[in-house]
């Protein structure tokens, strides 16, 4: 997390009778690259758990996007327009009711954003939080990759070369970790969202595990996803989960062969 600016400077030093200069890191400086970099606080402090909806937006193909010649000009707009769209959608979307004091929403922000190089996640309290409102995070987020390619990506893409051209998104429910001065978290919920986002074909994915779509997700939204059991390696070799049903009629069928019925 830490931003490491540690110099060499020319110093002169005795070797034997002479005096020479030398290129060197001060030991004062050597001394300050240490885990303080990652500001995380305290790491030895002991963890407290959350229980959390974890979030991880990917965007696709931004890693060729980024290997164009001249990225310094192009990846500080992109990425500048892209976070701020994405935190203004998490907001548009979160809000229900304006009052002059304020505003009601659908379920609370997230308590923590971290930037992942090609993505972001997010996590939310759950515990603030009734069955109905977690559903509702997961219609913002649907709601926000699909504006990304409706809203964000045709003005983008004016304004630089191939931008990438789809936001993913990955959602599962569990525990998480306190890191530090709980300046950041871990948990295998976050695992798990990370391998969702980028499941075979498909681009919106979200565990089963802690969500009752069949009677807490809006009866027009539910008709959209499909339950599906799938592996996901190294985490469990029977995933439920829910998925787009139109993404899963699109992909190619040996990648179907790897999702069943439950």
């Known amino acids: 997390m830490g931003k490491i600016i540690l110099t060499q400077e020319i110093i002169k030093v005795k070797e034997g009778a002479k ?16 885990p303080e970099v990652l500001g995380l606080g305290d790491i030895s402090k002991r963890s407290s758990c959350v229980e959390a909806i974890a979030a991880v937006f990917d965007l696709s193909g931004f890693t ?9 000009l192009c990846v500080p707009d992109f990425l500048s ?6 935190f203004d959608e998490i907001r548009k979307e979160t809000v229900n009711k304006t009052y002059p004091q304020g505003k009601t929403l659908y379920s609370d922000l997230p ?8 993505g972001v996640l997010f996590l939310w309290n759950t515990d603030t939080m009734d069955n109905v409102s977690m559903c509702n995070v997961v219609i913002s987020l649907d709601n926000i990759c699909s504006n990304y390619k409706i809203d964000f990506y045709p003005k983008i893409k ?10 993913r998104c990955g959602i599962a429910r569990g525990s998480v970790y306190s890191v530090g001065n709980a300046e950041d978290y871990v948990g295998p919920c976050i695992n798990i969202a990370s391998r969702l986002q980028k499941l075979n074909s498909l681009n919106f994915c979200v565990s089963r595990k802690g969500f009752n779509f ?8 539910l008709e959209t996803y499909s339950l599906k059991t799938i592996a996901l390696r190294g985490i469990e ?7 787009r049903k139109k993404e899963l009629n699109k992909i190619p069928k040996e990648d179907l062969s790897l999702f069943s019925d439950p």
């Open 81 to 86: 327009q892209f976070l701020a769209w994405l």
């Open 111 to 118: 308590f923590l954003a971290k930037f992942l190089g090609d």
């Open 237 to 243: 070799n029977n995933q439920l989960i829910w998925c």
């Open 214 to 221: 069949e009677k807490d997700m809006v009866k027009e939204y």
């Open 19 to 34: 005096t020479i200069d030398v290129r060197l890191l001060t030991n004062a400086k050597l001394k300050l690259f240490n």
């Open 64 to 72: 060729k996007f980024c290997g164009q010649n001249d990225p310094q």
């Open 158 to 167: 004016r304004e630089v070369v191939e931008p990438p051209t789809t936001l």
